[in-house]
């Protein structure tokens, strides 16, 4: 056996196999997943190295982490370049190793569980052969188009040539994963078995190493010059209708990169577009990293990693709407046993079918779908209360209707059992007047829709114990949510930043401004959604309620909105809101017209900015990259101009104040910059 | 002798077949009203010594369906869990088990009772189309196969009913309708008197549900989100004229039991917490009442309507009780002509004298006491939860009527009856 500091070469002496075990930094017991650092790198061609100077009959390489096989580059020392060059050397680097075990003159083999993520995936194909794990935690996948970069360490290249162009762009464009079946399907690994066959199934495989995998014919030729093309044409067709290139150019460089370039960076001049320098000299490509991080450091504040989910298994939740049955259905699927009461079945069932839709989807196996369902349990009578680790109140919008439920429930809680509400305006101190144990009282503050938003605001009333805080965070992460501490001021973080943006949207439509314009400014600005569409989605209702319990005196508020409601045009749910909705999709009328819309999406992204300075200032959020990470998480505020204060900050102050002073002196106090602009 | 305490009971409404597969399998069933059930209780379901469940057809992938249900109601990986089946009255051997292990001190605290989802009982292959598969998958080349191929004949794959050959005795070759059938020519039971007493049936069980008798039904929730809260074969139109117009569908033309006064094809599950005295105290229970002692008999199988006679007058006779010191009587209504050929069997001093060995009639039963909220032929028969739901049932009367004794029993197609004696608690 020879060992690195981060691998361990073993040969069977029967066979003359050899085994390769990445285990990143095993001195460190704390290091529990494998990442390619540039010194793992290099000590992977110390190996390759010591394998052609002493040749085995065949090779597997292997994880000795149980998490998974590896995690793909290490992303704190890629962030930590100073200059594109560091980054470009590093790149070449990977190429240079991975291009070695490819040329390895006998058969390899990667044995693959748990995670598979770009560098590992790349690893894996530069490798004869793939034999991948076959439950549901095993995932492959290239996702450097996340984070603004492409697979450069020859994922690129092999990918395609693998299993077809089709395939293969899909999956780097997209960034999503596949499991092993899928993986199978796809051509991507060669055999799936569970992981406690691996060392047997690698023998099998060495011993008499079948023909390395080819592509179907119908897959072979999207790699052809003239197919290439039109692929690729077809490809970029596909992403402009996600992502804009002068937003996003990632994807557009993967294609490129494929097409003319053979998916090798190294062959890619300086100056394109799709070289790596032009990438990371993107503004697009930093915001994106820095998300990336912010979003490990929200799952920070859950804990340790440990597992450990603040002492709770089984959550109580009280109202079954859309809001309160929804957070049972997640909590459910994420191995809690779940109570749901409502006043009656009748008010529960939907709930349950919906859940139900979810877990078909999410979990697919019927047996997992049937647990899920087994741990949700509709409870009229209230009985969990009295067994629950942490109740969620989730009723009207109420504070006295809210305290009376306090007062009833509270008596019957176990000790050292948290009660939370979902409540998205009322200050938390409010409700806890009356309580026993008002340090108990936290808020946890889900967004619509459940299944699809990954922030929670945690939200601290001045009352609310640091140890119920903390116990609430890694319930949160638990659930694989991103939870963000807040202080309890109205509309906490999200929806106070979300709502001035939303109401000048609404002013500008009732000055006379077609909706489809002031939509497609917001979409140009980044925005997944515009902003009177995003106001029919969410519900009309919803946004009043949120819009007044939020209006500062003196502001102009909008008219249209209030007459909607109360003529029950609630938006998508009712079938007409600001737009006709017909199955699910706002009818819009005519384009956005050739108008300028740089002015539009500026007039409507500042009052969120200036609301996100006032909340930095306040200390709502710990920092302002908290601050960030929240609104995109809570709203998907454009992802990449990096949240309101990045955006703020790559713009420029002065630009910025001076717009908004000339906004002021034609609209008013409400375009008046926060104090906090000084510090920021 | 040592007391069996009976804690807390719950039920599913009960679900009458219709031509497709119900919306739960005989698993969801039980899940179902064993969630709300252990939810409502001080201790943690994994504190159970053991799970008994009865069923008489559970599905092919729900094997040992009593370990499927502990382990989906979170009872945990250590409780251990068994399936008993005695045909109609396989909920009541699971409470009997239950109760005998209690006896015995082995266990303190169980979770039994029974569950069917008679409504996906399979279709079968017929045995020609079984040796013909069992051919086609022995037949190595193509000319083996083109060989088998053609002797392959439309016919084979007529499906066989399995809940028609389960509900058939296979020793006396006749249908349970039969049997019924049998049971009111020796009593002179008219099909009138059948009409009657079935109509009679629904009517208790409209004016119990009205009056609440029926809080041991929990409601459930299937995955499109329709919610089931009462037994749906109840009928508000079942009157006797209307039941006079339906044909015989067991002895064809000439027999008198009908679909409508037999017990109906249905879904469901009832399940009961039984308690040593030892874990009442334990976990500071409040028993709903006791099972103070049980019975097994058997007779005729072409008379097994007539079980619960030869199971409950031993029974009474030990404990030195009459069908007088009863306060509730819930015998399954398997038929009406049964339900009414027990009674009177229980009057005729022949059959007493010659059956079950006494000098005279046994005696009569208040009518008013006798199934007193009604019974299958209105609320149906998922035959393994029966056994279960007539002992709670019978404990539910108690405890709302203040009386102290009451017995529960079922006919068992093969030719037994089985019975439990119960006190308030």
């Known amino acids: 056996m020879q060992t690195w500091k981060h691998w361990r070469l073993e040969f069977s002496p029967e066979d003359s196999l050899a085994w390769l075990y990445f285990d990143k930094s095993y001195a460190d017991q704390s290091e529990t997943t494998n990442t390619f650092s540039s010194e793992a790198l290099r000590e992977l061609s110390a190996v390759c190295s010591e394998l052609k100077a002493r040749p085995p009959s065949g090779l597997a390489i292997l994880s000795a982490k149980e998490n998974g096989f590896a995690a793909g580059a290490d992303i704190d020392e890629f962030t930590s370049f100073k200059t594109p060059d560091e980054a470009y050397a590093m790149t070449v680097l990977g190429n240079e190793v991975f291009d070695d075990i490819a040329a390895l003159p006998f058969p390899t083999l990667a044995l693959i569980h748990g995670f598979c993520m770009g560098g590992g995936t790349e690893l ?29 360490w020859g994922g690129a290249k092999r990918m395609p040539v693998l299993i077809g162009a089709a395939q293969a762009l899909d999956l780097m464009l997209t960034g999503r994963s596949v499991d092993g079946k899928k993986a199978l399907r796809m051509g991507l690994v060669d055999a799936v078995t569970p992981r406690r066959h691996f060392i047997n199934a690698a023998k099998t495989l060495l011993h008499k190493p079948p023909a390395p995998h080819q592509p179907a014919f119908k897959d072979a030729i999207t790699n052809w010059p003239v197919i290439r093309g039109i692929i690729a044409s077809q490809s970029r067709k596909q992403v402009a209708k996600r992502a804009r290139q002068d937003h996003y150019p990632a994807p557009y460089a993967i294609i490129d990169l494929w097409e003319n370039f053979g998916g090798d960076p190294r062959q890619v001049p300086r100056e394109s577009p799709s070289s790596l320098f032009s990438l990371a000299a993107h503004p697009t490509t930093a915001n994106l990293i820095r998300i990336f991080k912010l979003q490990d450091r929200m799952k920070a504040l859950g804990g340790d990693g440990s597992g450990k989910s603040g002492g709770i298994q089984h959550v109580h939740v009280i109202g079954a709407g859309v809001m309160g049955g929804d957070i049972a259905a997640w909590c459910a699927m994420r191995g809690l046993k779940v109570t749901l009461q409502d006043l009656e079945h009748a008010r529960i069932a939907p709930a349950i079918a919906r859940a139900a839709a979810l877990y078909k989807k999410r979990l697919k196996l019927p047996h997992l779908v049937q647990a899920a369902m087994d741990r949700l349990i509709p409870d009229v009578a209230g009985n969990g209360v009295a067994h629950c680790d942490l109740v969620i109140e989730a009723i009207v919008e109420n504070a006295d209707i809210k305290k009376t439920l306090y007062a009833a429930i509270e008596p019957r809680m176990r000790l050292g059992a948290i009660l939370a509400s979902n409540t998205s305006s009322i200050p938390l101190h409010e409700l806890s007047v009356g309580l026993m144990r008002p340090e108990c009282l936290v808020g946890i503050h889900f967004f619509n829709p459940v299944a699809q938003m990954m922030l929670v605001e945690i939200v601290e009333g001045a009352q609310t114990s640091a140890e119920v805080m903390k116990r609430a965070q890694a319930f949160v992460k638990k659930i694989d949510k991103l939870p963000l501490p807040v202080k309890s001021a109205p509309g906490f973080l999200v929806n106070r930043i979300l709502t001035p943006y939303m109401t000048e949207a609404q002013i500008m439509l009732e000055e006379g401004i077609p909706a489809e314009t002031i939509d497609a400014a917001a979409k140009e600005f980044g925005m997944p959604m515009g902003p009177i569409e995003l106001a029919d989605v969410v519900g009309l209702d919803v946004g009043l309620a949120v819009g007044t319990e939020l209006h500062k005196p003196g502001n102009p508020q909008p008219k249209k909105i209030q007459e909607l409601v109360a003529a029950k045009k609630l938006g998508k749910k009712s079938g007409e809101g600001f737009y006709n909705w017909i199955d699910g999709k706002a009818q819009k009328s005519h384009g956005s017209g050739t108008v300028d819309l740089a002015p539009l999406w500026m007039r409507m992204t500042l009052p969120a900015v200036n609301e996100a300075v006032a909340c930095v200032r306040e200390g709502i959020v710990a920092d302002a990259d908290l601050c960030d990470a929240g609104v995109i998480f809570g709203t998907g505020f454009a992802p990449h101009r990096g949240g309101p204060v990045q955006y703020l900050r790559s713009v420029g102050k002065e630009k910025l104040l001076a717009e908004m002073k000339v906004l002021e002196e034609k609209y008013g106090q409400r375009f008046t910059a926060d104090t906090g602009w000084a510090t920021i | 002798m040592k007391k069996v305490y009976v804690v807390d009971g719950a039920r599913t409404p009960f679900l009458k077949a219709k031509s497709k597969p119900g919306a739960f399998s005989s698993g969801d069933l039980a899940v179902g009203c064993g969630r709300p059930l252990l939810e409502r209780q001080a201790f943690s379901p994994m504190q159970f010594d053991e799970v008994i469940i009865g069923a008489a057809m559970p599905s092919a992938d729900e094997a040992n369906i009593g370990r499927v249900v502990s382990l989906r109601l979170g009872c945990g990986d250590k409780v251990p869990a068994w399936t008993v089946m005695r ?16 006896l015995a001190g082995k266990s303190h605290l169980v979770l039994a009772g029974g569950t069917d989802a008679m409504s996906h009982a399979p279709l079968l292959f017929g045995p020609k189309m079984v040796n013909w598969l069992a051919d086609w998958y022995g037949a190595k ?38 049997t019924a059938e049998i049971v009111a020519k020796r009593f002179g039971i008219t099909r009138q008197m059948m009409d009657a007493f079935a109509a009679d049936s629904h009517l208790r069980v409209l004016a119990g549900r009205a009056a609440g008798h029926f809080n041991e039904i929990e409601p459930i929730i299937d995955a499109n989100g329709h919610v089931y809260t009462e037994d749906d074969g109840v009928r508000t139109d079942s009157t006797p004229v209307r039941l006079a117009k339906l044909r015989p569908v067991f002895d064809k033309v000439y027999g008198n039991v009908t679909a409508g006064n037999s017990s109906q094809v249905t879904d469901g599950a009832a399940l009961l917490i039984l308690a040593s005295e030892e874990a009442v105290l334990k976990h500071n229970l409040k028993p709903l009442g006791a099972i103070i002692d049980s019975q097994w008999s058997a007779l005729d199988p072409s008379e097994m309507g007539l079980g619960p006679v030869h199971a409950i007058t031993p029974m009474l006779l030990r404990n030195g009780m009459t069908l007088q010191n009863l306060d509730a009587l819930e015998i399954n209504e398997a038929f009406a002509a049964q339900a009414l050929g027990c009674l009177a069997a229980w009057e005729s001093d022949a059959y007493c004298q010659e059956k079950l060995g006494l000098d005279k009639a046994f005696g009569a039963i208040d009518r008013e006491k006798f199934n007193v909220d009604g019974g299958a032929i209105a609320i149906g028969h998922p035959i393994g ?9 019978a404990l539910k009367t108690l405890q709302r009527t203040g009386g102290s004794r009451a017995a529960a029993s079922l006919c068992i197609g093969g030719g037994q009856g089985g019975a439990m004696l119960l006190e308030r608690a």
């Not at chain 1, 894996?124 to 450069?152: H, N, T």
């Not at chain 2, 939860?385 to 049932?393: E, F, K, P, Q, Y």
């Open chain 1, 124 to 152: 894996a194909l530069a490798c004869c052969y793939r034999i991948m794990d076959d439950g549901p935690k095993s995932k492959m996948a290239l996702p450097e188009v996340m984070i603004g970069i492409v697979p450069g």
């Open chain 2, 87 to 102: 045909n109609c009255a396989s909920g009541m051997q699971a409470l009997d088990s239950a109760y005998m292990n209690i």
């Open chain 2, 141 to 178: 080349s193509f000319g083996q196969r083109a060989g088998v191929a053609v002797q392959f004949r439309l016919a084979y794959l007529a499906p066989v009913i399995a809940i028609l050959k389960g509900l058939t005795d296979p020793i006396v070759k006749l249908t349970m309708g039969q």
């Open chain 2, 385 to 393: 939860a029966s056994g279960a739901r007539v002992v709670l049932h």
